[in-house]
């Protein structure tokens, strides 16, 4: 069995439980509120009384146990830890990027949409929760699970990295063509 490309640098229950637009943001938390656990993984164990805690792990009952005592007002997020951990859901090395979204709005609009950065590719200009599902044995596809006010149950978007040629290609195509191009990456 082919191992999935992410799966070589996560384990793929956690990384299925975490929100990939929450990686890098931390809130602070009185100590009171941690487990004991919490306490000795994550305890500052200063003055202050108040620890650093990711917004992930703050999710996670194994830390918490008063999740009244969290400060969500301390958000902070770090977009260099952000980077460095998308950047390892797939292979970042293609020039080009198609985005592919399914019944991605509230009218259950689909469409394709094409970036040079790979890191726009999980840019929304609308709040929303994105999990990873699955990613090629090579890492030129990931699939992704978006939860938003428009759509709570969900909705698929699929990330295809493309060389020169391919993209070159996308632009004689009709969008019913690109989304069958970019399904064929999901197959292979």
Same mark, same amino acid.
């Given at each position: ?124 200009? @609308? ?19 978006? @939860? ?18 391919? @993209? ?21």
């Amino acid at each position: 069995m082919k191992r999935e490309y992410a799966s070589k640098n996560f384990d793929l229950d956690y990384l299925k439980k975490v929100d990939l637009q929450q990686v890098g943001g931390y809130i602070s938390i009185h100590d009171s509120g941690l487990t004991e656990k919490g306490m000795k993984e994550l305890s500052m164990e200063d003055e202050s009384e108040f620890s650093t805690i990711s917004y992930t792990d703050s999710q996670n009952d194994e830390y918490m146990a008063d999740y009244t005592q969290l400060d969500y007002n301390s958000y902070e997020w770090f977009e260099d830890e952000w980077q460095e951990f998308v950047g390892s859901l797939m292979n970042n090395k293609y020039n080009h990027y198609i985005v592919m979204l399914k019944n991605s709005k509230w009218n259950g609009a689909s469409g394709i949409v094409t970036f040079d950065d790979y890191y726009k590719c999980f840019m929304r200009d @609308y709040d929303c929760s994105m999990y990873y599902s699955s990613s090629s044995a090579k890492g030129k596809v990931l699939e992704l699970t978006e @939860y938003s006010h428009d759509v709570p149950t969900g909705h698929n978007t699929v990330i295809v990295g493309l060389t020169d040629t391919e @993209y070159e290609r996308l632009d004689n195509m009709s969008l019913e063509e690109q989304f069958k191009f970019a399904r064929k990456f999901i197959t292979e």
